[in-house]
């Protein structure tokens, strides 16, 4: 029998029902699939991020914690050492999901040239943000 917490028993509990928001198996995009919805963003503010996702396979939680600190651009890296993700209404940095989670990747010349133009976009919403700018590092932030 299990411990009764108050006036309510924990054996008499039941949990809700999970419903699935995708019907059947998930699967992967194809390249062509891929290649469309990186066209349709087009130069969105952050393209660069859906372009890290798809050709580094990184989860969303781990592309959003991406620092600058995080890429060597003379060695053509980035570092994943960190997370971001929101845990009810907070936002919560954590390690990654697993120990084999945190890795260095290589980037293409490609890539390296979308960070720049998104750290030079960055900075200049920082700029016009001024101080009411909150700095985290992050690669792909919002200015509050």
Do not use: C
């Amino acid at each position: 029998m299990l411990p009764a917490i108050g006036t309510l028993r924990i054996d008499k509990l039941t949990t809700p029902r999970v419903q699935k928001l995708v019907s059947g198996p998930q699967r992967a995009l194809t390249v062509a699939e891929a290649r469309t919805l990186l066209a349709a963003l087009g130069e969105y503010r952050n393209t660069t991020a859906f372009h890290l996702l798809l050709g580094l396979r990184l989860r969303r939680g781990e592309v959003l914690g991406l620092r600058w600190a995080d890429l060597d651009w003379a060695a053509s890296t980035i570092k994943v050492t960190q997370q971001v993700q929101l845990v009810g209404q907070q936002v919560v940095i954590s390690t990654p999901k697993t120990e084999r989670s945190g890795r260095l990747l290589p980037l293409t010349a490609r890539m390296l040239a979308r960070l720049e133009r998104k750290r030079a976009a960055q900075a200049a919403e920082r700029q016009e943000w001024g101080e009411a700018w909150k700095d985290h590092g992050l690669s792909f932030a919002t200015p509050y």
